[in-house]
């Protein structure tokens, strides 16, 4: 079992890429600051574990290397040369080493919800789902390693034997966001490492310690050296380095749609495998027939945890005009009554914003929105007050008499923001929630079944919640999207291991003669 450590030593997060089972600076010894949401402009709250940055303010959670394509070279040389080790371990043992895994994050599951909360925001009962989806994910792909493999088939001609077998890809780069910072990494990681590859991972620049942190415990668990690895730096040098690389042989990008077009290109030109998780415009459509109460709950939790910032997240919300009026009134209520703060103060609801950026860009959405002829009806600026003046906190905010051609109905905002419609007929509903360039999660809540099973059939989305919010998802269902949320390829569940996976048919002859497919039958 992996020692514990404490979040807020800096041996629990090594502020350097990991390689070859070392850890190294940056080949430039250039570094970049891991600032703390909640402390950005130098306040801690009471109470708080921040670490003291550089300046004496309480505001960084450390200084990271910020990479160059030598450094990504160096990791690539190092995880081909463990390929050629680990391709040949047996599927059985590298799931016992994904057990132990699972158990050493189990260990560190505090440790790593906290370090979380102080990194990237998340309040610390979602971080610690966050590690827990990651545990999960470790116990589902260890357990397909008896079972994982190819198909035993009839072939047409006598004394001839069919098969078909999975043969790992070699070294997988994975480019990660800071929103899942320890689940997404292990829905990437993990089911490539029991297909045998060796990894890569280049997490984003708001969560580098979350994936330190996460690259100590597999080496913990016996990850052997070589296997994972993890280089940091900005997506535009380090994450297109690895991209371009000739020695990667695939690539699993989670983040913005105008960013995996890009990678899309650049791996296309190299006939490079790619799987891409992009963006969301999630709707919750709520019949006249549904169950208020858990609808209201839905809508809620869906709009505003993470503050927003979900890539399933409920920025839509589609009423049956007969319940519009009382249903309005009563999610912006409970709007208004969530409680914002420190992520690490159990009382806390809704955590900051990830960074400067993502502030001002909310903002400007609010400014779209009015200009585009919506009406605020709840929050729309900076929250304000005790502990919350040093972060970057937006207060939960509702916009009504929003038509689907408007901006805030069909871009990504990525904050704590709902745009709120109504309808009369279902398939008006669902015409609504298909009108935009994505179609990762949907929502209904009814009590009709005949409606229930015609909007699995009608609505455009990878996943769809029948009585549950957008948000949600299990490790062990495909997790994806259609039009521009991805390009056809699913993380989690079995589909997963089609993309970490090569199929070869193999052919044993024992007739002792030639025999002809085809021609001899």
């Given at each position: 079992?992996?020692?514990?450590?404490?979040?807020?030593?800096?041996?629990?997060?090594?502020?350097?890429?990991?390689?070859?089972?070392?850890?190294?600076?940056?080949?430039?010894?250039?570094?970049?600051?891991?600032?703390?949401?909640?402390?950005?402009?130098?306040?801690?709250?009471?109470?708080?574990?921040?670490?003291?940055?550089?300046?004496?303010?309480?505001?960084?959670?450390?200084?990271?290397?910020?990479?160059?394509?030598?450094?990504?070279d160096a990791a690539v040389r190092a995880a081909s040369e463990a390929f050629k080790t680990w391709r040949k371990v047996p599927a059985p043992q590298r799931g016992a080493i994904l057990r132990r895994c699972a158990d050493a994050l189990a260990a560190e599951k505090e440790?790593?919800?906290?370090?979380?909360?102080?990194?990237?925001g998340k309040t610390l009962i979602e971080a610690r789902g966050d590690v827990?989806?990651?545990?999960?994910?470790?116990?589902?792909?260890?357990?397909?390693?008896?079972?994982?493999?190819g198909q035993t088939l009839p072939s047409e001609l006598p004394d001839k034997f069919a098969m078909s077998v999975r043969k790992p890809l070699g070294v997988c780069g994975q480019i990660t966001p800071w929103n899942f910072p320890i689940a997404i990494p292990s829905w990437k990681a993990?089911?490539?490492?029991?297909?045998?590859?060796?990894?890569?991972?280049?997490?984003?620049?708001?969560?580098?310690?979350?994936?330190?942190?996460?690259?100590?415990?597999?080496?913990?668990?016996?990850?052997?050296?070589?296997?994972?690895?993890?280089?940091?730096?900005?997506?535009?040098?380090?994450?297109?380095?690895?991209?371009?690389?000739?020695?990667?042989?695939?690539?699993?990008?989670?983040?913005s749609?105008?960013?995996?077009?890009?990678i899309a290109e650049n791996c296309g030109r190299q006939l490079k495998r790619c799987s891409l998780e992009l963006g969301g415009k999630n709707a919750q459509i709520v019949m006249d027939d549904a169950d208020l109460n858990l609808a209201l709950e839905g809508a809620v939790w869906g709009a505003f945890a993470t503050a927003?910032?979900?890539?399933?997240?409920?920025?839509?919300?589609?009423?049956?005009?007969?319940?519009?009026?009382?249903?309005?009134?009563?999610?912006?209520?409970?709007?208004?009554?969530?409680?914002?703060?420190?992520?690490?103060?159990?009382?806390?609801?809704?955590g900051p914003l990830v960074n400067a950026a993502q502030l001002e860009r909310v903002e400007n959405y609010i400014r779209i929105g009015i200009e585009e002829g919506a009406t605020l009806r709840l929050g729309g600026r900076r929250a304000r007050g005790r502990g919350l003046n040093a972060g970057h906190f937006f207060e939960p905010t509702i916009f009504t008499d929003v038509t689907p051609s408007m901006r805030i109905a069909r871009e990504e905002i990525f904050g704590p923001v709902c745009a709120v419609m109504s309808f009369k007929r279902v398939d008006e509903a669902v015409s609504i929630l298909n009108g935009t360039r994505y179609g990762l999660s949907s929502s209904i809540y009814t009590r009709d079944v005949n409606a229930a099973f015609r909007a699995m059939r009608e609505l455009e989305a990878g996943i769809t919640y029948i009585n549950g919010p957008t948000i949600g998802a299990e490790v062990h269902l495909p997790f994806g999207g259609v039009k521009e949320t991805g390009n056809g390829h699913r993380e989690a569940g079995a589909a997963v291991l089609d993309f970490y996976s090569e199929w070869q048919s193999v052919y044993v002859d024992y007739s002792g003669k030639l025999q002809r497919a085809q021609i001899d039958t």
């Open positions: 079992m992996a020692a514990k450590f404490s979040s807020d030593s800096p041996s629990f997060a090594p502020r350097l890429n990991l390689i070859g089972g070392e850890w190294r600076k940056a080949s430039t010894g250039k570094t970049f600051d891991d600032i703390n949401p909640v402390r950005s402009a130098g306040f801690q709250p009471a109470g708080s574990l921040g670490l003291t940055g550089p300046a004496g303010s309480q505001r960084s959670i450390g200084r990271f290397p910020l990479s160059t394509e030598a450094d990504v440790e790593l919800a906290r370090l979380m909360a102080r990194e990237m827990q989806e990651a545990i999960d994910c470790a116990n589902l792909y260890a357990g397909f390693s008896r079972t994982f493999g993990f089911p490539a490492l029991l297909c045998g590859n060796t990894v890569i991972l280049k997490p984003a620049e708001d969560s580098p310690a979350c994936a330190s942190a996460f690259g100590r415990v597999l080496m913990s668990a016996g990850v052997p050296a070589g296997v994972f690895n993890v280089v940091h730096g900005e997506g535009e040098v380090a994450g297109a380095a690895l991209v371009n690389h000739p020695g990667v042989a695939a690539i699993s990008f989670t983040g749609s105008e960013t995996g077009k890009i927003g910032q979900r890539c399933t997240a409920t920025s839509r919300l589609i009423l049956h005009e007969k319940i519009y009026d009382r249903f309005l009134r009563r999610f912006i209520d409970a709007a208004k009554a969530l409680r914002l703060g420190d992520p690490l103060d159990a009382k806390t609801q809704i």
